[in-house]
């Protein structure tokens, strides 16, 4: 039996969470902003969807990401099934059909299919062995681990793969992007080789007449208007040059929220969306853009101490991807504001107008809870009565998923396919028990004194005397309680 650890909870990250969103909600309040209107629509229903958000991820993190994992399978049927649906009985919004409407709400599936690519991505590495057997190498010689990569690495982008088509044709660019974006985080943290990230990343560059030829005509427009606004300065120029202005304009400390002239007379754009950095740029300056990456740094900081907390694979591909995943996002809303970057229908992560995309953060949030919470849990079913390493007292079968190879093996879970397995293979983490009262300890060496011994651990309580065996497993070896 297993309770979760909460004392692992990490305020740090609900709390991070909670100022973006009360940082979205006050630009939001400004470029929405309505004469003799307290607050508008927009404001209000952002703030709604906020609360319920916060109430999601920490109802998600009362959820073992385990079990979230074993339905992996079954939440992939119900995001191919949404998305088919838009397809065939979306709403088109703005010349684009992307949503479907659920009793009169708008809900957008490619948001929510960003969540579960990274289940069923991390999942999937997590339960792969690179390594051939020796009847795979007998059988054909030329099998090696840099040929399984290259198996693993394209299974992977063939199970993201539909996705990505069926939200382009929507047409979406911006969430096909970050979709792939998925891939390449969790392929990372699971230890793909850089010589396959570097190649399939190339792929689009060499074969570019072909990806030219492919993108819808918009598509095409966004990027030359990119090389060269000024020569459809009031057709598709126009939104990067406003946002330009609006960046510029606000120098160290901006205007002030409400006085932006860019924001306020609707010079700018979709500026409660896509270019909502533009009005930070304008109204808060300098400052407040460096304010909010700050915000952004320190969330990356505790998902990443999140992927080194987590005691399996599953748990770390999981936050990685997630990780990754804003991580783009952010990156690219910011940098197509300030003109680095094509402009593309990407939200900025907790400010930007979106229900669908803040309820999907949320959940994302929730689940990194989740990892940092029951990853650290313990079997409190028998009291351990030595300090030995916690990974070898820990029973076996204790952090079982059905679909990793070495399903017997109990803790950590950690699959060949892993960069960061050897370090955790070989790092002494002690839990140190509370022995009872009147109680003494009396370890004792049984058999040979290396790695791979047994350690008879002698626990004294009264006049009785318990003892527990504990096989101390070698480096990468399987464990036994």
Known sequence: MQRPSWRNFDPILLAVSILLVGYGLLVIASATRVVDVFASPALIRQATIGVFGVVVMIGLSFVDYRAIGQIAPVLYLFMMVTLVLVQLAGTLVAGAQRWLDVAGVLIQPSELAKLISVICLARFFAGRTIEPTPNEV?????????????????????IVAPAVVFVYLQPDLGTSLVLISIYF????????????????????????????????????????????????????????????????????????LGNGTQTQLNFLRVQ?????????????????????????????????????????????????GITGMILFQAFVNIAMNIGLLPVTGIPLPFISLGGSSLLTLFASLGLVQSVVVHSQSRRYDAKPSVEVPARSRLRAGRFALPFLPDADVGFPAVSRYDRMAEPIAGREETVRARPAVGSRRLPAPVGGGGTGGRVQAVSMIGNSAVADAVQVPQSGGRISG
């Open 138 to 158: 007998r059988a054909n010689p030329a099998t090696g681990t840099f040929a399984e990569h290259i198996r693993t690495n394209l299974v992977a982008l063939a």
């Open 185 to 256: 985080s969790v392929a990372y943290f699971a230890g793909a080789p850089y010589a396959i990230l570097g190649g399939l990343a190339s792929v689009p560059l060499l074969g570019f007449p072909v990806v030219w030829q492919v993108m819808k005509p918009y598509m095409r427009r966004r990027i030359t208007s990119f090389l060269s606004p000024d020569r459809d300065p009031l057709g598709e120029g126009y939104n990067l040059i406003q946002a330009r202005i609006s960046v510029g304009s606000g120098g160290w400390w901006g205007r002030g």
């Open 272 to 320: 409660h969306t896509d270019f909502i950095f533009a009005v930070i740029g304008e109204e808060l300056g300098f400052m407040g853009g460096l304010g909010l990456l700050m915000l952004y740094g320190i969330l990356f900081w505790r998902c990443l101490r999140a992927v080194q907390v987590s005691r399996d694979a599953f748990g770390r591909y999981l936050v990685g």
